[in-house]
């Protein structure tokens, strides 16, 4: 935006602001009763970045499945000290959907505790609350999940409409992704590659295209590299602010874009 008259610059906001408000009503009738699913074969490569973003693009409930404190739940403002009741626990004991937590800014949230760790239900019973509580709010759910394979990863796996994965071009991750691949066959997944570099790796694109093609997987749009994004402090989701900055534009852009491609795949 750095050429741009101030005038056109807001007209461009508006227009991303249309956007985003489009899109959620979109989400909210397309995602409806449906299950998305962030998950990774790699840690930290930004499965809560796009969870927390895309729940509120799609104007669908985040289910918190991620008990450690770099979780949404935390990053939300919605740390597991400041509430005296569980609702994820609760709704595990009780069969009742948990109400989830609103406030501005944030994506409805249920939110994740420690505790949940060892009270994981097995797969199968975790896969039939999410869809049995995405079908009693009658709204799309978007699970985020704990790096690394737990149970209630495999049960929000085996409940998902679409499964999100974040892809990091980096030969490690590449090496991570093929072996979920090979054991996610038949799963509906949507690549997203995330921190790509404004010079793209060549090799490495090539093999997320080949992979892409050998698993018969969708691959999204892409989200840049924000430098800023790894120490923002501010506990919202960014497309959730009410104008967008200098800094934020591009990236709210981008997110739209994956939350359109979602709608594509999971509606
Ligand atoms: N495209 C990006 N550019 C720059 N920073 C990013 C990008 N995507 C995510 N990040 C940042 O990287 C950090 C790790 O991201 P995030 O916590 O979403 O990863 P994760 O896959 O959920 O990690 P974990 O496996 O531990 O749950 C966060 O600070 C996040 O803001
Ligand atoms: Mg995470």
Redesign the pocket.
């Known amino acids: 935006m750095a050429n741009m008259t101030l005038s056109a610059a807001l007209a461009e906001q508006d227009e991303l602001s249309a956007l985003v408000r489009r899109l959620r009503e979109l989400g909210a009738q397309r995602l409806a009763r449906k299950v998305v699913t962030v998950m ?1 074969a ?11 973003e895309l729940a509120w693009l799609l104007d669908a409930v985040l289910v918190d499945l ?1 008990w ?1 404190d ?2 949404a739940s935390t ?1 939300l403002g919605q740390h597991h000290d400041r509430f005296a009741r569980i609702p994820l626990l609760d709704a595990l004991e009780t069969e009742k959907p948990p109400r989830p937590k609103r406030s501005g800014r944030r994506p409805d949230l249920v939110p994740c505790h420690p505790d949940f760790a060892v009270n994981q239900p097995d797969p199968e019973r975790l896969a039939k609350l999410l869809s049995r509580w995405s079908q009693d709010w009658n709204r799309g759910v978007v699970a ?5 394979g737990s149970d209630s990863t495999l049960g929000a796996v085996g409940a998902a409409d679409l499964i999100v994965m ?1 892809v990091v071009l980096g030969t490690r991750e590449l090496n991570a992704l093929e072996g979920a691949l090979r054991e996610l066959v038949g799963y509906p997944i949507l690549l997203v590659p ?3 570099p404004s010079t793209p790796p060549a090799a490495e694109r090539r093999r997320l295209r080949e992979l892409a093609d050998r698993y018969s997987v969708a691959v999204g749009p892409m ?10 402090k501010l506990r919202t989701v960014i497309t959730a602010a009410p104008t967008y900055s200098r800094r934020t534009t591009p ?1 709210v852009r981008e997110l739209t874009a994956v939350a359109g491609a979602v709608i594509e795949h999971a509606g």
């Open positions: 990774s790699k840690g930290g490569i930004g499965k809560t970045f796009v969870a927390m991620d450690d770099g979780n990053a985020d999940t704990h790096p690394g974040p995330n921190w790509i989200i840049s590299t924000y430098g800023w994004l790894r120490t923002r990236v």
